[in-house]
Nanobody, 111 residues
Framework: VQLVESGGGLVQPGGSLRLSCAAS????????MSWYRQSPGKEREVVAT????????NYADSVKGRFTISRDNAKNMVYLQMSSLKPEDTAVYYC?????WGQGTQVTVSS
């Protein structure tokens, strides 16, 4: 199993970023995909999940209305579109399936 995140970077408050996760080594279309994040000194927390057929999405209250999770089962990709970013969104963002984590991608929101 491989989960490879990309798309992180430095962005100003109010800006946008799109994270991508390239998945391989498992039946992608059969698995619920999740994005998590971890800020320094805090526990890792779930940000968003998307069901295997993209019929159901769930978001942490802190990102509802600002973040959108999506997936492309033909490409084995999952995305996290982040808008109206705030400094408190600064974290390492991870792609996850049960039992496996990606290496993470750093998102820094700062002026």
């Amino acid at each position: 199993v491989q989960l490879v995140e990309s798309g992180g970077g430095l962005v100003q408050p109010g800006g946008s970023l799109r994270l991508s996760c390239a998945a391989s080594g498992f039946a992608f279309s059969s698995v619920t995909m999740s994005w998590y994040r971890q800020s320094p000194g805090k526990e890792r927390e779930v940000v968003a999940t998307i069901s295997r057929v993209a019929g159901t999405t769930n978001y942490a209250d802190s990102v509802k209305g600002r973040f959108t999770i999506s997936r492309d089962n033909a490409k084995n990709m999952v995305y996290l579109q982040m808008s109206s970013l705030k400094p408190e969104d600064t974290a390492v963002y991870y792609c996850r399936i049960p039992g496996y984590w990606g290496q993470g991608t750093q998102v820094t929101v700062s002026s």
